[in-house]
């Protein structure tokens, strides 16, 4: 299966294009770096491969296809502030089970404690949190996973302990991942091959 | 006035010379909350703390999201919320400072870069909240400082007009730095200024605070980014569930990390993604449910069975501080 993104342009408003005719392609099974300049549109084409956002030229395909608005997005995204990503007028047992039941196995190796299910959002730091926003988008149904600048908010060692949860399922699932981020250690160690954004 | 006191602070900071500029002492913050209703109860963040900062020096902070690195910028400028309560002492030169004398010397002689953009007035331009930085000159020169601020870090001069909406994350970033380098402050406290960054404008910030610490200032820079620590800071402390774990000359954080004492710090280095990149079980005991004895003892490869039931004191190692009975 391969996520492809062809000639997307997109710019905000009436301010000079963000992105003109980029051509982005990912197979699944595959993790791609993407990284560019501040102000360069890599979040923007996040946004777009995973639907959020509808570019102004071009088509994004999945498995050839243009996904389905109403069912499960195929392409999931995770955000850098997990704190803006999560309801905070909900406890953390429902933020997760939103879309799937993840299995116990998976909930203990990302690190998540039972004890905090019955917590608010508020009760929980950025890096308790993101766990929880990284494994709600590991569903079945997920084929590619975007993470713009997931980990860069998070010490050493939360961030080493979601990359392995996340690429041994990505390995075991065949799933593709885009990973936005200016950590160039970070890509060389996640990623098969890097695309640097142009302006 | 000279004190006993002061005399074992000033043995204490022997790796360094003269006195600190900032310090804290046995420092801890605690939020009462209410839960079941009517119950009271007080939930420790911080605990056992010590810190110092001197003229010239960076000490960067890193450690663990959620250890309370940001609580501890903010208590320092008595900006906590109503329902907090701060243990312990601290002392600015020779004065010990009180919830008064704090809000005298903030933004004065201590300034805080925010860790976000909204800290900064939304309903004042850009340009008006860089150059209430300055002080003693005329209004004119303020502006003209401000705008050779900005151009530093690849601002457009129309940008000082702009309203804080208008910034993009990385924009508003090197807005509140200008903020900061531009006021003539003793004691610069940097919450996370790094994140979201690309290399140059990464490059162009450490260089700053650096000249910055050149000046006289004293820096504390709270970061995760271990690498950008060790670019710049003298020192690095290590913070974990709300106590410093280890105080260590920063270039200990480089190699193969066998500078450094506490099993916590070396697991930091080794997660990194151009060391091993491997991380370790288990997860940050939460506030509130703090164990008896060591905070690391739930993830140490050492542990032992004293470990389990006595909190280890910080004490001095290899030119550093470690909170361990077993580091060598």
Known sequence: ?199 | MYTADMETRQKKSSPEDGMPVFQVMNFGVSFSQYENGINRKELHVITDLDIELYEGKILAVVGSSGSGKSLLAHAIMGILPGNATIYGKMFYRHEELTRASIARIRGKKICLIPQSVNYLDPLEKVGSQISRAINGVPKAEKKRRAIEMMARYSLDPQVYDYYPHQLSGGMARKVLLSIALLSDCEILIADEPTPGLDEPSLAEVLQDFRLAADEGKAVLMITHDIQAAVRIADRIAVFYAGSTLEVADAKAFSGDGSQLCHPYSKALLQAMPQQDFLPLDGVQPMPGDLPEGCLFYERCPIRCEDCRCSRPQSRPVRGGKVRCFYAA
């Open chain 1, 1 to 199: 299966m391969r996520l492809e993104a062809r000639n997307i342009s997109f710019s905000y408003q009436d301010e000079k294009p963000v992105l003109s005719d980029i051509d982005f392609t990912v197979e699944t099974g595959e993790i791609v770096g993407l990284t560019a300049p501040s102000g360069y549109g890599k979040s923007t084409l996040g946004k777009i491969l995973a639907g959020y956002l509808k570019p102004d030229k071009g088509t994004v395909l999945v498995d050839g296809k243009s996904a389905d608005v109403k069912a499960f997005h195929p392409v999931q995204l995770v955000f850098q502030h997990p704190e803006k990503a999560v309801n905070p007028r909900w406890k953390m047992k429902k933020i997760l089970t939103e879309a799937w039941v993840p299995p116990e196995e998976m909930i203990r190796k990302m690190g998540i404690e039972q004890g905090w299910m019955n917590r608010w959002p508020a009760e929980l730091s950025g890096g308790e949190l993101q766990r929880f926003c990284v494994l709600r988008a590991l569903s079945p149904q997920t084929k590619f996973l975007i993470a713009d600048e997931m980990t860069t908010m998070l010490d050493m060692i939360t961030q080493a302990q979601i990359w392995r949860v996340v690429t041994e399922y990505a390995a075991r699932k065949e799933m593709g991942i885009v990973v936005i981020s200016h950590d160039t250690y970070l890509l060389k160690r996640l990623c098969s091959r890097i695309v640097r954004l142009n302006e």
